[in-house]
């Protein structure tokens, strides 16, 4: 039997001073294989034009369609109507700059992140682009590449208890960053380099292992093992760190 | 992009001494509770394992200043962990209200899991120094009777009651919290993880209650006499 779906959307948008956020609520029969990208979809094709959502791949690539459903953070396009209840909420995801409605601007706030915590790779030598690239060991290579599955899409930000209730807190995303150049053979930094980027309450430390980033990931990418990994590394850096090479910073 | 500035060693030092104290606390907590069930096994079992910690039987006579020095060197270790803890509590109205609006939202295990530590551990800074001050001044009071009528005629069973329940949730949670922030746990073991917990707080409250009943009905039993140490059997039946 179709089901009648209620849609509660989140509408305001910020730059217009008369906009009152409010829930709006659409009706959608359901369809096989819907996922929330095409219900969105269809209600701006069908039933209101003016409702922002962001989308680009459709495939949890982009992470883009990030948004809080029911609640909790997840993508709109790989999460099919099937799993929900025919009462479903949308809201923007919290912790980030609100576009309008359901779009936010994730990329602000990853581009901040990724500043802050120098999360790029950094060479010890100038790269020569004639010679051949250095030889990676595959295990390695396979290793570096899993950890840059991460799409950006700020969910893992937004399942955070700690990032809620810390707006300068790295979140995952920032660990599994810094993870994943602490792996790259190329990237020439050591642990002392990293500690100074991630050894304090607003990186590893303040990591309360909620793991509600654990649980939401929409790329299943092991971040309670990599956090505790880097929390070990980061630990082992801050006990022999007294008076070492850095300085104390007190 | 400006150089990164070192935040020096204390961040990690301080993250690892919570985590050490309270696995410390949390162990002892567990071991607390087998010792002073002991009075399941009768008045006389309860009366040798509290001699047992006065160093009777390896010194020839009671020392209770020895459980002093043991509850002094505990309460130091849980006011560092309550002082350390409390750098993690929502301070401002804003993070409090940010935080109930995402745990209502999540309806995740782990996250409303804090929640319940934060609470249990405010409750526990309080009741705890109670107990924990009787112990250090009155260590010779640790007794079948002794305790016994500490816990009815002295009306410390509310406490112990209230005590029991927020100590047991906190420390399981807690370790469980020690685990996965420490070890790297895939789903399954995370989920194994989590109903071993949930085995051990069920386990320990039920042992409690039990212990603490059956302290209720001596302490009743001993009221007229309430004030007097206990003799165990083979003493009584020598003199």
Redesign the interface.
């Given at each position: 039997m179709t089901r009648i779906l209620d849609f509660d959307i989140l509408r305001h948008n910020p730059r217009d001073a008369a906009s009152v956020p409010r829930l709006q609520r659409y009706r959608l029969a359901e369809t096989s294989g819907m996922t929330l990208f095409i219900a969105l979809t269809r209600i701006r094709e069908e039933l209101d034009p003016g409702v922002h959502f962001d989308f680009v791949c459709r495939a949890a690539v982009c992470g883009s369609c990030a948004m809080?459903i029911?609640?909790?953070p997840g993508l709109a396009c790989r999460t099919l109507t099937a799993t929900l209840p025919a009462h479903i909420r949308l809201l923007p995801l919290?912790g980030f700059a609100l576009i309008a409605d359901l779009s936010v601007d994730t990329g602000r706030w990853m581009r901040v992140m990724s500043?802050r915590l120098?999360a790029w790779l950094h060479v010890a030598t100038a790269v020569d682009l004639d010679a051949l690239e250095t030889r990676m060991d595959p295990d390695r290579a396979e290793a570096v590449y899993e950890l840059d599955r991460c799409i950006e899409c700020g969910c893992c930000v937004a399942?955070c208890?700690t990032a809620?209730?810390?707006p300068d807190f790295v979140g995952a995303v920032g660990m599994i960053k810094l993870a994943r150049f602490r792996l790259d053979p190329r990237d020439a930094r050591d642990d002392g380099?990293f500690?100074?980027?991630l050894?304090?309450?607003d990186?590893v430390?303040g990591?309360?292992?909620?793991?509600?980033c654990?649980?939401v990931c929409p790329k299943s990418l092991?971040l309670?093992?990599q956090i505790?990994?880097l929390?070990?590394a980061?630990?082992r850096?801050?006990?022999a760190?007294?008076g070492a090479d850095?300085?104390?910073?007190? | 992009m400006p150089a990164p500035v070192s935040p020096g060693p204390w961040p990690a030092r301080l993250d690892l001494l919570q985590s050490a104290t309270g696995l410390f606390l949390a162990l002892f907590m567990w071991l607390h509770m087998l010792f002073v069930a002991s009075i399941l096994f009768g008045t006389d079992a309860m009366w040798r394992v509290a001699r047992f910690f006065e160093g009777y039987y390896l010194f020839g006579r009671s020392l209770p200043w020895l459980v002093s020095l043991f509850v002094a060197v505990v309460f130091v270790l849980f006011a560092v962990h309550a002082g350390l803890a409390l750098r993690k509590f929502p301070s401002h109205w804003r993070q409090h209200a940010a935080y109930w609006r995402h745990m209502r939202g999540m309806r995740h295990g782990d996250t409303t899991s804090w929640l319940a530590q934060v609470v249990t551990g405010f409750g526990v800074f309080f009741l705890a120094p109670v107990h924990l001050y009787l112990m250090l001044t009155h260590p010779e009071l640790i007794g079948p009777y002794e305790s016994a009528d500490r816990v009815w005629s002295g009306r410390m069973w509310p406490l112990y009651l209230l005590l029991l329940l927020l100590v047991e949730i906190h420390a399981g949670v807690g370790l469980y919290r020690l685990a996965v922030k420490w070890l790297a746990v895939g789903d399954k073991a995370r989920m194994r993880l989590m109903r071993l917990k949930w085995g051990f707080t069920v386990f320990f409250i039920a042992l409690g209650l039990l212990t603490l009943a059956a302290y209720v009905r001596l302490g009743i039993e001993h009221a007229p006499h309430a004030g007097e140490p206990y003799l165990p059997t083979w003493q009584r039946t020598l003199s």
């Open positions: 809080l029911n609640g909790r919290p500043e120098h399942a208890g809620q209730m810390r380099d500690f100074d980027l050894g304090d309450d990186g430390f990591c309360m292992s909620l793991l509600g654990q649980d092991s309670q093992t505790a990994h929390r070990w980061m630990a850096r801050g006990l760190k007294a850095h300085g104390d910073g007190i | -």
